[in-house]
C-alpha cells in the first residue's frame, strides 16, 4: 500500500468520504500589541464596531441559508453566536480595553479572547471545556473583518462538490456553509469529539476528522484525500488498491444506514424475549427532534447547564419551566429525565461569578449536588420549575454528583417543601415526581443500596465513574490511553450499582459513553442492564446488538469472565469481551 501522508486524529463521525483536498486558511488571527495615542480611541472603537456589526451580517446570511429540514441545533449553533456578539463579556470588554489600556482594537479583542478562553479551560466538565470554541469562533469572525475581510462565503457558489475541506478550525458557520458548498468531508487540526466541529459534522452527515496536528502543512490543495471518520485516519495520495478497499467501504456504510433506518419502529426486545428500554442523552432541547426520529423510548439525560452559561445573570423559575416546556411538547408524552445542574465554582460564568474564588483542584471542589445544596438561590428557582414541568407530562429529576446519602435526604427535604409551598400557591404538579441519583462517584457505587433504598432510580455516569477510579483525564494525551471501560475496577462498579437496584426493585441506567459503545452492549446485557441512555445517533446501532442478542445466553459467559477478572491480563479480558459478541 503506497500511501504519501496519513495523519491520525479523532474520528468525529461514523462515515467515510474521499475527495480532493481544498485548503481553507480558516483559524485565529494573531494580533500585535499595537499601542494607540488617546486621540485614536474613537477610531479604533469604531473599526470594532463595523466589525462586529459586518461579522452579524455574516451570520444572518449563513442562518438564512439553513434549509428548513436540517436539525435544528444547526442553527442555534449560528443563534448562540449572534448571541455572543451582543454579551457585554465580549464586545463591551474589548471596548473597556481600548478605551483605558489604549491598544488597538485586534490586540484589545485578543486579549479579550484569551482572559474568557482561560475561563473555559479551567472548567471541569470535557463538554463544557470544549465551549471555549464559542468564543474562539466568534472572536475569528471579528477579527477576520478588523483585518479586512469581505464576507467570507457566497453561499450560492457550489465549487467545494465532492472536496474535502481541510482546515486549521472550522466555525459552525464556515462549515454550514462549506457544507451547502458541496464539502464531502472535513479535517480540521484542533478539535476533540464535542467540539463543535464534530458535533455540526455528525448533525450535517459529513465524514470527519478533528486533532490532526499540522495537516495544512503536509497536504496539497488538489490532494486525493480519503477521510476515515470510523478509525479517525486520514489518507492522502492513496493507491489504487486502497482506494478500492475505502469505495466498497462507502458502499456498506450506506447500505448499513438504510438497513439501521428500518429498526426505528421495531420494539427494542431481545432474542430471548428481554424488554430493553433506550433513551437519549440531550445537549440542547432542539435535540429532542433528533432522539425521536431515532426511536428512543424518551430521555434519560437531559444536562441544564447551558440555561447557565455565556450570561450575567442566573434563569428565573420562568425561564426554567419555558425550557423544559419545550421538551416535554416536543416529546409529546415519552419521560424526560433532567439533570439538575451540574455546574461548578470551576465551570465560571458571570452568573457565578459572586460565589467565591475558584477551587484549586475543580473535579473534586464545589460541583453538582455540593454547590445547590450550599446556593438555595441557585437550586430552588430550577428544582420548582422542574415540579410545574412535571404537571406538563412525565418529568424525572436526577441528582449529580452523588456521594452519600446525606446529599440525598436533604435534596428530598428540600422537594417536601417545594411540593408544600406550590401546593399552597396553588401550582399544578405530579406528587409523585420520581427523583433518583447519579453514581458516578465510586463512593457512590460503592453504597449504592443505601442510594436504591431512598432514590427512585440510579443513573451510573461512566465518563466521570472512570476517571475518579482511574485517576485519569481522559482528555489528557498523556494518559488518555489507560482510560479503559472494561478494567476490573470499573466492571466491579457497575455491576454491584445494577445487583443494588434489582435487589431493591430500582431502576439502574447507563448514561455515560459506555452505553452508547456497541462494543460493550452484550457486556453491560449480560451484567443486568436494562435501561441504556445514549446520544441520538448511536441509538439504532445499539439497538440492533439487542434485538440480536439472547441474554441468557450470556450469564454463564459473564459469570466465568468475573471468575477470572483478578488474574487476567487486559488482552485476556478484552478477548472475553469479544467472545460475547460473537454469540
Known amino acids: 500500500m503506497t500511501i504519501a501522508f496519513q495523519g491520525i486524529g479523532v474520528a468525529a463521525s461514523q462515515s467515510v468520504a474521499i475527495g480532493p483536498a481544498y485548503l481553507t486558511g480558516h483559524g485565529l488571527s494573531s494580533a500585535s500589541p499595537t499601542p494607540i495615542h488617546p486621540e485614536q480611541v474613537g477610531g479604533e472603537l469604531n473599526r470594532l464596531n463595523q466589525a462586529v456589526a459586518a461579522a452579524r451580517r455574516a451570520l444572518k446570511m449563513v442562518r438564512a441559508q439553513v434549509p428548513h429540514a436540517t436539525p435544528l441545533n444547526i442553527a442555534e449553533f449560528i443563534d448562540a453566536h449572534l448571541l455572543m456578539l451582543e454579551d457585554v463579556a465580549l464586545v463591551d470588554e474589548v471596548r473597556k480595553i481600548i478605551r483605558d489600556q489604549l491598544y488597538c482594537a485586534e490586540w484589545a479583542l485578543q486579549m479579550q479572547r484569551d482572559i474568557l478562553v482561560r475561563v473555559f479551560d479551567a472548567m471541569d466538565d470535557p463538554y463544557l471545556r470544549t465551549r471555549r470554541d464559542d468564543v474562539e469562533h466568534v472572536v475569528q469572525q471579528i477579527m477576520s473583518f478588523l483585518q479586512g475581510a469581505q464576507l467570507q462565503f457566497d453561499p450560492d457558489n457550489r465549487d467545494l462538490q465532492g472536496c474535502v475541506v481541510v482546515a486549521r478550525d472550522l466555525t459552525p458557520a464556515d462549515a454550514i456553509v462549506l457544507r451547502h458548498r458541496g464539502a464531502a468531508a472535513f479535517v480540521t487540526e484542533y478539535g476533540g469529539p464535542v467540539s463543535h466541529t464534530a458535533i455540526l459534522a455528525r448533525s450535517l452527515a459529513v465524514p470527519a476528522v478533528v486533532g490532526v496536528h499540522n495537516i495544512t502543512r503536509y497536504v496539497r490543495p488538489g490532494e486525493p484525500l480519503i477521510v476515515d471518520g470510523e478509525t479517525g485516519t486520514v489518507l492522502a495520495d492513496p493507491d489504487t488498491g486502497t482506494l478500492d478497499y475505502y469505495r466498497e467501504r462507502l458502499s456498506a456504510i450506506e447500505a448499513r444506514r438504510q438497513h439501521l433506518h428500518t429498526l426505528v419502529d421495531r420494539p427494542t426486545v431481545s432474542r430471548d424475549g428481554t424488554a430493553i428500554s433506550l ?27 447551558f440555561l447557565y452559561m455565556n450570561r450575567d445573570n442566573l434563569p428565573d423559575e420562568e425561564e426554567h419551566l419555558a425550557t423544559y416546556t419545550t421538551i416535554v411538547t416536543a416529546l409529546a408524552g415519552l419521560p424526560l429525565t433532567i439533570r439538575t445542574l451540574d455546574l461548578g465554582l470551576d465551570k465560571r460564568s458571570e452568573a457565578l461569578g459572586d460565589l467565591g474564588p475558584g477551587a484549586s483542584n475543580p473535579a473534586l471542589g464545589l460541583r453538582g449536588i455540593r454547590l445547590c445544596l450550599k446556593e438555595a438561590g441557585l437550586f430552588r428557582p430550577q428544582l420548582r420549575a422542574i415540579l410545574r414541568a412535571s404537571a406538563l407530562g412525565p418529568i424525572r429529576v436526577m441528582l449529580p454528583m452523588v456521594a452519600n446519602v446525606q446529599e440525598v435526604d436533604a435534596v428530598l427535604a428540600l422537594i417536601a417543601q417545594l411540593k408544600e409551598e406550590l401546593t399552597r400557591e396553588g401550582l399544578a404538579f405530579d406528587p409523585r415526581l ?64 445494577i445487583e443494588a437496584g434489582h435487589a431493591l426493585d430500582t431502576p439502574v441506567a447507563m448514561c455515560g459513553e459506555m452505553a452508547g459503545d456497541p462494543r460493550f452492549t452484550r457486556l453491560l446485557l449480560a451484567l443486568g442492564l436494562r435501561h441504556f441512555s445514549i446520544q441520538p445517533g448511536a441509538l439504532l446501532g445499539v439497538k440492533e446488538i439487542i434485538l440480536d442478542t439472547d441474554i441468557g445466553e450470556l450469564e454463564a459467559h459473564t459469570n466465568r469472565l468475573f471468575a477470572r477478572l483478578d488474574d487476567a491480563e487486559p488482552g485476556e479480558l478484552l478477548d472475553a469481551l469479544e467472545a460475547l459478541n460473537r454469540l
Do not use: C, K, W
Request: cysteine-free; aromatic content about 6%.
Open 279 to 305: 433513551l437519549a442523552n440531550l445537549e440542547l432541547p432542539q435535540d429532542a427532534a433528533t432522539a425521536r426520529l431515532n426511536g428512543a423510548a424518551g430521555v434519560g439525560l437531559y444536562r441544564t447547564e
Open 434 to 497: 420520581p427523583v433518583g441519583a447519579m453514581v458516578e462517584v465510586p463512593a457512590a457505587a460503592l453504597i449504592a443500596r443505601s442510594l436504591a433504598r431512598r432514590m427512585d432510580f440510579l443513573s451510573i455516569g461512566t465518563n466521570d465513574l472512570i476517571q475518579y477510579s482511574l485517576a485519569i483525564d481522559r482528555l489528557d494525551d498523556s494518559v488518555s490511553y489507560l482510560f479503559d471501560p472494561t478494567h476490573p475496577a470499573i466492571l466491579r462498579l457497575v455491576r454491584m450499582t
